[in-house]
């Protein structure tokens, strides 16, 4: 287990919840939890961590020894701070259709990048079958490097994370006075984990999957629309460790909304954050303005990552 203390390690997680008054003013309220603000600018920063700090307990990785992981670049970023501060040397495959703002940021935290060309997307929309072929190159590199390979899609840490951290975090800072969570899906593991956690603490507690319109996988409809600006989610089939008894809804963002949305909460609020971040937020206020819920109903959501990364 690294030492956390004093480093850039104890900068990760415990980010403020804040109510966006701005972007909607009722019925209801949004509270936003600032994951941008983690070292490495996202949410992913959280799960790196933890599976790196789960790998060190458990045998897996020992110290010193060089770790390869596919990103589509926030895990990466995460990674990267947390192998930094631990002294492992990190490689990472990541599709040529993430945004270039991406490579440049972990190659500037030291960590050897290597670009894979996509199968049926395009520059800025990452398919599934782009990040498989990225995830093929990243499995053989660490077969060759002796590494140890996170996958995070199915590593338990990247849910473990968010249900001993994020979830309890959020029930902590709404005084348990939340009606729902609503939450994009790449991995799963901020869903699924946040999920368990306020369920467990309040089952009535409402959750809803955030999906692209056109690829709502989760909602069981067909993909239409396997290109999408939510970079990072979406991905058009269904996580493998994917808890559907969790989910209560799934919510589409079609892109327009989106990139409206990332504007809004740019100009309106004074929060440049990612796509995610604005769909969730989008989608928050879809469920408010629904009427489902009571008109003082508070609806918890995540603002993945920094926009800085686009
Ligand atoms: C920008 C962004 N938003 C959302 C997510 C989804 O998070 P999770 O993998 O926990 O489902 C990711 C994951 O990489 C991401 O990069």
Known sequence: MGDRQGGVL???GDTPLVPLHKVHRGPGEVLAKLEFLNPGGSIKDRAALKIIERALAR????PGQPVVEMT?????????VVCAA????LTLTMSEGNSPARVKILRELGVEVILVPQVDGEPGKVTGA???AAVDVAKRISVEQGAYYVDQFNNPGSVLAHEEG?????WAAADGDLDAFVVAVGSGGTFVGVSRYLKSRH???LCAAVEPA???VLAGKPVTKPQHVIQGTGYGSVPPHWQPDLMDESIAVTDEEAVLWHRRLAVEEGLYVGYSAAANVCAAVKLLESRRLGPDARVVTVLCDTGLKY
């Open 10 to 12: 104890t900068a990760i």
């Open 59 to 62: 045998g897996d990785l020992v």
């Open 72 to 80: 589509s670049g926030n895990m990466g970023a995460g990674l990267a």
């Open 86 to 89: 631990l002294g492992h040397p």
């Open 130 to 132: 782009d990040i498989a």
């Open 166 to 170: 994020t979830g309890p975090e959020i």
């Open 203 to 205: 089952p009535s507690i």
């Open 214 to 216: 056109g690829a709502a």
